[in-house]
T-cell receptor, first 113, second 111 residues
Framework: KQEVTQIPAALSVPEGENLVLNCSFT??????LQWFRQDPGKGLTSLLL?????REQTSGRLNASLDKSSGRSTLYIAASQPGDSATYLC????????????FGKGTKLSVIP | SQTIHQWPATLVQPVGSPLSLECTVE??????LYWYRQAAGRGLQLLFY??????ISSEVPQNLSASRPQDRQFILSSKKLLLSDSGFYLC??????????FGAGTRLSVL
């Protein structure tokens, strides 16, 4: 059974700082991995989807990397802004034809102005 | 473009009352549909998923049920709510192994 761990559980940084969020998963046989953000009381918004054959995926100030063999993914946020404050979740998809994502508990990010 | 609608946004129900939450998706065909629950301090828990009309898989045995009467409609129901059913319910859809999209969620309080 896939288990997903996100460290740290919470992070507080001053505005403008670059930061890295970590995600580790126990079963490296994944098809892809998604990163989401969730604002308080809201649904999840997809940020990036990185395929197992990719090492990186970028969108604006966000960069996700994937090291499938070691069961790790990182989300890099450049020049953080107060609007980046949210909970960030990662979710690997086990394999082609799989139906279920396995979610970590997330990292709660606070960017202080 | 594809959109997902989930309602109501907030619901307060007494213990023992019935429940019906509805989710509809537009702009896609034959999506995989999902119901999750998110309790305070806990992660996302997958409750049900469906790969087609009338096809429901349950991940957590409990007093909730799901139905998919139409291709893009997913309904979460209960005949009698428990206090422990309180939480934030999220509907989601995905096409194949692509991006998974979530609705805005329903905050359910059972009193």
């Amino acid at each position: 059974k896939q288990e997903v761990t996100q460290i740290p559980a919470a992070l507080s940084v001053p505005e403008g700082e670059n930061l890295v969020l970590n995600c580790s998963f126990t079963d490296s046989a994944i098809y892809n991995l998604q990163w989401f953000r969730q604002d308080p009381g809201k649904g999840l918004t997809s940020l990036l989807l990185i395929q197992s054959s990719q090492r990186e995926q970028t969108s604006g100030r966000l960069n996700a990397s994937l090291d499938k063999s070691s069961g790790r993914s990182t989300l890099y946020i450049a020049a953080s802004q107060p609007g980046d404050s949210a909970t960030y979740l990662c979710a690997p998809l086990p394999g082609a034809g799989s139906y279920q994502l396995t979610f970590g508990k997330g990292t709660k990010l606070s960017v202080i102005p | 473009s594809q959109t997902i609608h989930q309602w109501p946004a907030t619901l307060v129900q007494p213990v023992g009352s019935p429940l019906s939450l509805e989710c509809t998706v537009e702009g896609t065909s034959n999506p995989n549909l999902y119901w999750y629950r998110q309790a305070a301090g806990r992660g996302l828990q997958l409750l049900f998923y469906s790969v087609g009309i009338g096809q429901i898989s349950s991940e957590v045995p409990q007093n909730l049920s799901a139905s998919r009467p139409q291709d893009r409609q997913f309904i979460l129901s209960s005949k009698k709510l428990l206090l422990s059913d309180s939480g934030f319910y999220l509907c989601a859809w995905r096409q194949g192994e692509g991006i998974q999209y979530f609705g805005a969620g329903t905050r359910l309080s059972v009193l």
